[in-house]
Nanobody, 123 residues
Framework: QLQLVESGGGLVQPGGSLRLSCAVS????????IGWFRQAPGKERERVSC???????NYADSVVGRFTNSRDNAKNMVHLQMNSLRPEDTAVYFC?????????????????WGMGTQVTVSS
């Protein structure tokens, strides 16, 4: 059974950086596109970024130029490097997996989710 576990969240000052990790177990990462989502209190969940099976990434406009995806299939790990963090980036961040036959596209729907990790950006 596929499982995802996020780590790396925490409290950081505005302008700081965090690196989130998503550990995949129960299957091989090669089969999945991975999305990163976030949900702030009182707001809907939004997709922050995704990385396809082939390593192609796309990002929400609000994080372009600040966040970067990477994946290490050999280690079954996906990372989200977050730089120049802002208070509005404060949220619970989730990774999610979607099995897909398309190597380069990010699918719209994700089947398996982690429990999330809290990111708080505050001075």
């Amino acid at each position: 059974q596929l499982q995802l576990v996020e780590s790396g969240g925490g409290l950081v000052q505005p302008g700081g950086s965090l690196r989130l990790s998503c550990a995949v177990s129960g299957s091989t990462l090669d089969y999945y596109a991975i999305g990163w989502f976030r949900q702030a209190p009182g707001k809907e969940r939004e997709r922050v970024s995704c990385i396809s099976k082939g390593g192609a990434s796309n990002y929400a406009d609000s994080v372009v130029g600040r966040f970067t995806n990477s994946r290490d299939n050999a280690k079954n790990m996906v990372h989200l490097q977050m730089n120049s963090l802002r208070p509005e980036d404060t949220a619970v961040y989730f990774c999610a997996a979607a099995a897909t036959g398309n190597k380069w596209a990010c699918p719209p729907n994700y089947n398996t989710w982690g429990m999330g990790t809290q990111v708080t950006v505050s001075s």
